[in-house]
């Protein structure tokens, strides 16, 4: 008879990634403020089973400003029944998306001069929107998105401008996809460290061909942002300036696998996620974490921090052995920092008895499945 065992064994793992390095600037002032990408029907994400994602980063000049303001539009007015757009209002504490004749999804956010991650996922008539990695839709209702030949604008409103929409801030890292990225998805990408890696691959985010336009804006010189989606959807810049201003700079963490390749004594910060309960005791906690690269087990001797399974954690700390097995020693509570909770857990690795006896080593710390044991 063949038996599935599943074990979890204790390790840590993850690349150095980079930040945006520039971002555009926007005045809010006039009309004379925008991005213009040509059309191209890729960017319409419409039909009757219409489904796609709106990502961005945004950093607000006025936390009290009370005007709808235009992140993304593919629109050319608000009562234009083709095509979307992502707009904010900072004093109202709305994030709207419009779909169709005068439907729209809504979600709720904290003004602050902070960057937050804004995305938008919708597939026919429901959207949900996310702030920061998390869902926050008050309303999901919108109409299907249909087809717009009017060009695409970042910071301001497609076609006939209006002094009204302009975008009062700096935009960064925008990405449309041809299809509505799940919760886990939309977390990991947050959660990845880059701003949003749409390129890559980071746990629950698996790049693909339905990335359709995807704005870096690292350029920091000139009129023109590069499409790194590969699809030739480049844009002009009229009015907006360029910004050392930029949701990151160089990370500060690296990636487990990275982290591992260190040596003992070494200072490493990491993110992951929590994959074993908080064993709390009277010198500490020790709990697990992994991320796509591999998994690190954290032991915070005296430290009280409550940590659940599915905590999304940055975490800084020691390398250190203990028989045998390499954990992370932060040095105290402020080391420990919980990104988002409710997570889903990473997938098992499945691996062979063989395999698992060869190269233990490389599993230590992530959630495995040997399969073949009898």
């Known amino acids: 008879m063949i038996k599935r065992l599943t074990y979890f064994i204790s390790l840590l793992i993850l690349p150095s990634i980079t930040l945006a390095q520039h971002s555009l600037s926007f005045d809010g002032l006039g009309v004379n403020d925008y991005v213009s990408i040509s059309h191209n029907s890729m960017l319409n994400i419409s039909g009757a089973d219409s489904s796609g994602t709106i990502m961005a980063y945004v950093k607000l000049n006025s936390t009290t400003d009370d005007r709808f303001q235009r992140i993304i539009s593919k629109k050319e007015n608000w009562s234009d029944g083709a095509g ?52 926050v839709t008050i309303d999901g209702a919108i109409d299907a998105v249909t087809e717009s030949t009017v060009p695409l604008y970042i910071g301001n409103v497609s076609g006939s401008i209006g002094g009204g929409a302009t975008f009062n801030g700096n935009i960064d890292e925008v990405a449309i996809w041809n299809d509505d990225l799940t919760a886990m998805e939309v977390a990991a990408l947050y959660n990845s460290g880059s701003p949003i890696s749409a390129s890559t691959n980071y ?112 975490v800084s700390g020691t390398l250190e052995e203990w028989y045998g097995k390499l954990q992370m020693i932060p040095g105290s509570a402020a080391d420990i920092t919980v990104i988002s909770s409710n997570n889903q857990l990473p997938n098992f690795q499945v691996v062979t008895v063989a395999n698992f006896v060869a190269n233990g080593e490389d599993y230590e710390s992530e959630l495995i499945r040997i399969n073949g044991v009898s």
């Open 84 to 135: 979307y757009e992502l707009e904010l209002n900072p004093s109202q504490n709305f994030i709207t998306f419009l779909a169709g004749n005068d439907n729209y999804a809504r979600g709720s956010f904290t003004s602050s001069s902070d960057w937050i991650q804004i995305a938008v996922t919708f597939n026919g008539n429901v959207a949900n929107v996310y702030v920061n990695g998390v869902d």
């Open 203 to 314: 746990l629950y985010y698996t790049s693909s061909s339905n990335l359709a336009g995807y704005w870096q804006m690292n350029e920091g010189t000139g009129t023109y942002i590069t499409d790194g989606s590969g699809n030739g959807n480049s844009g002009t810049i009229y009015g907006a300036n360029w910004s050392t201003d930029t949701p990151g700079g160089t990370s500060s963490y690296s990636t487990i696998a990275s982290a591992r390749t260190q040596g003992i004594g070494t200072s490493v910060t990491v993110r992951g996620i929590v994959t074993t309960p908080n064993y709390t005791s009277s010198s500490g906690i020790a709990c697990a974490m992994q991320d796509g690269t591999g998994g690190m087990y954290i032991y915070s001797s005296g430290i009280s921090n409550f940590l659940a399974v599915g905590d999304s954690l940055q």
